[in-house]
């Protein structure tokens, strides 16, 4: 038996790619193939643009995939089912994105010098995105009335002269300073998930995996950007060493051979290593040692 996989293909195909490979599986990519492989035999993996993932899980062509909450939202506006029940399951809430470790925001900019506010302002309006039904379904919520065009990319560039305002993914905000566009308001926050088919749970096998698969990818998130510090401290100084260590929990504190003396071991946000080591050196801790993490399990 086999779990059919979608991995995202496009802007979340390579951070994919290094998380599941941090989570200990292994995703070879051949550019001539839609079928990557991997080094686990009872996964077969497919690359699916994020947009049509939702529509693939929901309709059974594969058991589970990973995509943001953006298109899980607007492939629920395009398609609701007869009974209102969800056409695809979360398996696990995965907070990464293609140039960090966050949330991203899709959000309805205009140009710097127009004279819209407010959503409002916008009404009669043309909008230009790639994520027609959730903004339709957000302009109706509002009450104001706009035409929303699909945008084929550089979405953007468009305003003033093709689109009055955009509604558009920023991970940073970069892109739209530099098109000379003001944000005034956010549809909605979004990041990755991992979605089943309602049907493919019913297996036990794989439920199961799935959620074994879950574990591993959160705990590959919790490791990303900390590391983990060992050290030798003398019983005497352990509470002014203590006092300068931050930790996931609170510090692990082991008896050495030496009753005088105690091993320290922690988990640290790697930014404030630099500062702390010589902290901790001044504080006559000895034997200081860093080593990098790839899974925290919570």
Request: charged share 25%; with cysteine; hydrophobic share 45%.
């Amino acid at each position: 038996m086999k779990l059919k996989l979608g991995i995202p293909k496009g802007s979340l195909q390579d951070a994919t790619v290094q998380l599941f490979g941090r989570a200990g599986f292994n995703i070879y990519i051949n550019s001539r193939s839609y079928f990557p492989a991997i080094d686990d035999v009872e996964i077969e993996c497919m690359l699916i643009r994020a947009q049509e993932m939702a529509r693939y899980v929901a309709d059974g062509v594969i058991d589970a995939g990973l995509t943001g909450q953006d298109w899980i939202a607007e492939h629920q506006a395009q398609r609701p089912s007869a009974d209102g029940s969800p056409s695809v399951v979360p398996i696990a809430d995965l907070i990464y994105a293609k140039q960090s470790f966050g949330k991203v925001r899709w959000v309805l900019a205009v140009p710097e010098d127009s004279r819209f506010q407010v959503p409002e302002d916008l009404e009669g309006c043309t909008i230009a995105t790639e994520l027609v039904r959730a903004t339709e379904a957000y302009f109706r919520q509002k009450g104001v009335t706009v035409n929303v065009e699909f945008s084929w990319g550089a979405t953007e560039v468009k305003p003033p002269v093709l689109a009055d305002a955009i509604v558009d993914v920023t991970e940073t905000g970069s892109s739209l300073r530099a098109n000379r566009l003001r944000v005034i308001d956010t549809l909605m926050e979004s990041n990755t998930q991992l979605i089943a088919n309602p049907a493919a749970l019913d297996d036990s096998w794989k439920q199961r995996k799935l959620d074994n698969l879950a574990v591993l990818l959160r705990a590959a998130i919790e490791a990303q950007g900390r590391v983990g510090l060992m050290l030798n401290v003398a019983r005497t100084d352990l509470p002014s060493i203590l006092a300068l260590l931050p930790a996931l929990q609170r510090p692990t504190v082991s008896a050495l051979s030496d009753d005088q003396w105690v091993a320290v071991n922690t988990i640290i946000e790697e930014r404030t290593v630099r500062e702390l080591i010589p902290q901790l050196k001044a504080a006559r801790a000895q034997g200081i040692v860093e080593y990098p993490l790839n899974k925290i399990v919570l």
